[in-house]
């Protein structure tokens, strides 16, 4: 992605949604927005989180509102697998070069946020993360910063038919 979700653009939005809520606190809700966001350019995913738990506003319809044009793909395309233990076995590995082709997350900036160097994603690195993944935007979202959450992978057959 060229440009990450702006502030403004992030604000402006929000702004209208509660207005159309007809919230009556809006006032203390925005100044709280604004306090939350600060000096930011960007909307990262810590903010973009809080900022849906305060105005009580579905992280997945907020994803749909803003990245509706990212640019992803699925990262486990299982029918290119020659054999049903490669199948399997693309379900735990996947190299950083593929994560970053199809979550849209620049490669440099994935290594760097992997081993810490980068403590921050933005909101729609998140959003692209997750939906090459193949989960909700909320998922990942709740996983990342939501209080005592805990990963857990489930693995289920189903009929391929």
Not at 5 to 14: C, D, E, G, P, R
Not at 60 to 82: H, M, P, R, V
Request: proline residues 1%.
């Amino acid at each position: 992605m060229e440009q990450h979700l702006s502030s403004v653009t992030f604000k402006t939005k929000i702004a209208k949604i509660l207005k159309e809520r007809n919230n009556t606190d809006l006032k203390i809700m925005l100044e709280t927005i604004d306090h939350i966001i600060g000096e930011r350019n960007f909307i990262t995913g810590k903010v973009f989180y809080n900022i849906a738990n305060i105005t009580k506003t579905d992280i997945d319809f907020l994803c749909d509102l803003f990245f509706s044009k990212y640019k992803w793909e699925i990262i486990l395309n299982l029918d290119n697998a020659k054999t049903k233990l490669q199948a399997f076995l693309m379900i735990f590995s996947n190299s950083s070069n593929n994560i970053s082709k199809s979550s849209g997350v620049e490669k440099s900036r994935l290594s760097r946020l992997q081993n810490g160097e980068l403590k921050e994603l933005y909101a729609d690195e998140i959003f692209g993360l997750a939906k090459s993944l193949g989960t909700s935007p909320r998922l990942l979202f709740e996983y990342l910063y939501g209080e005592g959450k805990k990963l857990v992978l489930k693995l289920e057959l189903v009929d391929g038919k």
